[in-house]
């Protein structure tokens, strides 16, 4: 049973840096491309950024251009959002999510479409203060 858990989240005030943290469990974590995805109040989920299944190619949303970066730790099973230079319309609540591979391939690539992942977190909350 795959199970991604995010942690990190918390009140911060523009101009600041979070990182955010999703452990997978319960998967082969170097064949599933990995991505984040957020939900401002009042909006609906939108794309934050994504990196391929052996880490060698990324993607972003143009409001994140320049600030946000993804990582992925394949030996810890772990994937990071580094957030720096915040802004207000970046508060969301913030979802890990896993792209299975497709059959037996060993590679998954990047994707901004939401519903090209099988697996999510549950969220976690990233209010940034002016």
């Known amino acids: 049973q795959v199970q991604l858990v995010e942690s990190g989240g918390g009140l911060v005030e523009v101009g600041d840096s979070l990182r955010l943290s999703c452990a997978a469990s319960?998967?082969?974590?170097?064949?599933?491309?990995m991505g984040w995805f957020r939900r401002p109040p009042g909006k609906e989920r939108e794309f934050v950024i994504s990196?391929?299944?052996?880490?060698?190619?990324?993607n972003h949303a143009d409001s994140v251009k320049g600030r946000f970066t993804i990582s992925k730790d394949i030996a810890k099973n772990m994937v990071y959002l580094q957030m720096n230079s915040l802004k207000p319309e970046d508060t969301a609540v913030y979802f890990c999510?896993?792209?299975?591979?497709?059959?037996?391939?060993?590679?998954?690539?990047?994707?901004?479409?939401?519903?090209?992942?099988?697996?999510w977190g549950q969220g976690t909350q990233v209010p940034v203060s002016s």
């Open positions: 319960g998967l082969t974590f170097s064949r599933f491309s």
């Open positions: 999510a896993a792209r299975s591979p497709a059959g037996s391939l060993s590679y998954t690539p990047v994707s901004a479409v939401a519903t090209a992942y099988q697996h």
């Open positions: 990196i391929s299944s052996n880490g060698d190619s990324t």
